[in-house]
């Protein structure tokens, strides 16, 4: 049973700002009103779905909690304990069930059965045969949603501040797996709140997809080439090194940037199948290069390292106004970077739809030219070749200006390696579209300074050096 309403409501508000996925830690939290609560297991341990309604700021916004309720809470979930030791006069030990194997297995049965329960519905895709004899484990890489491992067979990604209708993973990833498209992990079920009276869309709760066991980032294996790559290069002259022959370096990447550039481009194809192609008049194209312009001049604002480059950028933005003609737009994944990409048995595969985390979500789910995608890459591979000089310390920094050529040599390799793969597999010619993908590249990097000032300042000399060299 759960403990009175006004005590739990008072624990959560205490135990929430504590949590990494909590996306309001920098305010004071002014109400918090349990929205729904719906028992899933009843018994010692009991199982309740919980949205919470966070009042911030004058704010409101929704955050779900699968809340474990036991009369002894065993040592191993003592971690996990929300309010206070003992369970206080309700004399009920409350956490959160994420935590808790035993409890987490009632996710996957009532998805197996597509279940409902009071608002909540488990939804699996035709067909699926979902295994429910699996142990869950949290896993601990993310900040923003909770995902379980089941077995090395599912993961499921639980969203803990809740969107306002289908979220854009589910329907990407969905839509993808129907196709039967293989760089993407394939959807087997979801979890959904039902829409109020209103008639609006079901909020969707979390995702059930295939986990990728042997999958490694692509984030990872970029920096172990990189890093490679600096071991490699003992102390030839920088143009010299530059022209070395990769397989001189144990770990070059390019022959995978390769294999990821054809991924992206079949990824992009699929995604015009799936939603459709439309094309846009090159008004709206004109348009797109005054909002570029006008985010460079909002960012040199708010961050005056970016000012140098400004003529630069805007150059690039008025020559795509200038060159501006119809352009097909489409669905595309909207913040493609390497840390976005698994590379398992099976070739490379896509993850995390959502968008730009800082864009609203009518913007997350505009159209655009799929080379948008393909200009995150190429800042991705920008990223990667500087962050060792750039953030680490396992680099000397005095070595750094002869590492830096070093790091372009990395970056433009792979970043042809990953152009060429595109255009072989179908995609639209970076090469042939040198305006649009340099407008789009600026963008982004105009954007990640924004990103890394307000997230990561000590990772904005990363995006800003780029540019340097970028805009010389
Ligand atoms: N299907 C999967 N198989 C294996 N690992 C996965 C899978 N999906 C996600 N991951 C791991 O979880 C991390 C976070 O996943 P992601 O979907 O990007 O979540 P978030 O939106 O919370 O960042 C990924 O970087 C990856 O390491
Ligand atoms: O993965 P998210 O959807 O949260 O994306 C945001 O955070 C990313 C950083 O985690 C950020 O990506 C930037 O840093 C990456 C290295 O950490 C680099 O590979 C990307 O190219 C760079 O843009 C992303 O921009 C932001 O939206």
């Known amino acids: 049973m759960l403990p009175p309403e006004d005590v739990l409501a008072r624990d959560l508000a205490e135990w929430l700002p504590r949590?990494?996925?909590?996306?309001?830690?920098?305010?004071?939290?002014?109400?918090?009103?349990?929205?729904?609560?719906?028992?899933?297991?009843?018994?010692d341990p009991g199982l309740y779905h919980l949205v919470l309604d966070v009042r911030q700021n004058g704010a409101t916004e929704h955050y779900q909690v699968l809340l474990g309720v036991r009369r002894d809470l065993p040592g191993r979930l003592g971690y996990a304990r929300i309010g206070p030791p003992g369970g206080g006069a309700a004399k009920q030990q409350t956490y959160d069930?994420?935590?808790?194997?035993?409890l987490t297995r009632t996710l996957l049965e009532h998805l197996a059965a597509g279940a409902s329960a009071g608002p909540l519905r488990f939804r699996h895709v035709p067909g699926a045969r979902i295994r429910t004899d699996l142990t869950s484990l949290p896993i601990t890489a993310e900040q923003s949603n909770t995902s379980l491992l089941f077995g090395d067979a599912y993961i499921c990604k639980l969203f803990?501040?809740?969107?306002?209708?289908?979220?854009?993973?589910?329907?990407?990833?969905?839509?993808?797996?129907?196709?039967?498209?293989?760089?993407?992990?394939?959807?087997?079920?979801?979890?959904e709140l039902a829409p109020g009276g209103d008639g609006g869309e079901p909020v969707t709760l979390g995702l059930l997809s295939d986990y990728l066991r042997t999958g490694a980032d692509g984030w990872s294996l970029a920096i172990a080439s990189v890093r490679d790559w600096f071991a490699h290069a003992t102390q030839p002259e920088d143009d010299e090194w530059a022209e070395l022959d990769a397989?001189?370096?144990?770990?070059?990447?390019?022959?995978?940037?390769?294999?990821?550039?054809?991924?992206?481009?079949?990824v992009h194809r699929a995604l015009a199948d799936a939603f459709g192609v439309t094309v846009v008049p090159a008004d709206e194209i004109r348009g797109l290069a005054a909002r570029m312009n006008a985010e460079l001049t909002g960012t040199c604002r708010a961050v005056p390292g970016l000012a140098p480059h400004a003529k630069a950028l805007t150059g690039a933005f008025i020559d795509l106004a200038a060159q501006a003609g119809p352009l097909p737009v489409q669905r595309v994944h909207g913040d493609y970077h390497l840390g976005q990409v698994l590379r398992s048995e099976s070739g490379w595969s896509l993850l995390d739809f959502e968008g730009e985390p800082a864009r609203t979500q009518s913007e997350r789910r505009a159209l655009s030219h799929p080379l948008r995608d393909v200009a995150g890459m190429l800042r991705s591979f920008e990223y990667a070749a500087r962050f060792l000089i750039t953030r680490s310390g396992t680099v000397p920094?005095?070595?750094?200006?002869?590492?830096?050529?070093?790091?372009?040599?990395?970056?433009?390799?792979?970043?042809?390696?990953?152009?060429?793969?595109?255009?072989?597999?179908?995609?639209?010619?970076?090469?042939?579209?040198?305006?649009?993908?340099?407008?789009?590249?600026?963008?982004?990097?105009?954007?990640?300074?924004?990103?890394?000032?307000?997230?990561?300042?000590?990772?904005?000399?990363?995006?800003?050096?780029?540019?340097?060299?970028?805009?010389?």
């Open 97 to 102: 069930a994420a935590h808790d194997p035993d």
């Open 160 to 191: 803990r501040r809740l969107g306002d209708g289908v979220n854009l993973d589910l329907e990407v990833n969905l839509a993808l797996t129907r196709a039967g498209c293989e760089h993407v992990p394939a959807v087997h079920g979801w979890i």
């Open 247 to 266: 397989s001189a370096a144990g770990g070059d990447f390019a022959a995978e940037a390769e294999r990821l550039g054809a991924a992206t481009a079949q």
């Open 397 to 472: 920094l005095e070595s750094g200006g002869h590492l830096e050529t070093r790091a372009h040599a990395w970056a433009a390799r792979n970043r042809a390696a990953f152009c060429r793969g595109y255009a072989a597999a179908g995609g639209a010619d970076p090469a042939a579209h040198a305006v649009l993908l340099r407008a789009f590249e600026f963008e982004k990097a105009v954007y990640e300074v924004r990103y890394e000032a307000r997230n990561r300042p000590a990772w904005l000399p990363v995006p800003l050096k780029s540019l340097a060299h970028l805009t010389a």
């Open 19 to 43: 949590q990494r996925w909590f996306g309001g830690k920098d305010s004071p939290i002014e109400d918090l009103a349990i929205g729904t609560a719906t028992e899933l297991r009843a018994g």
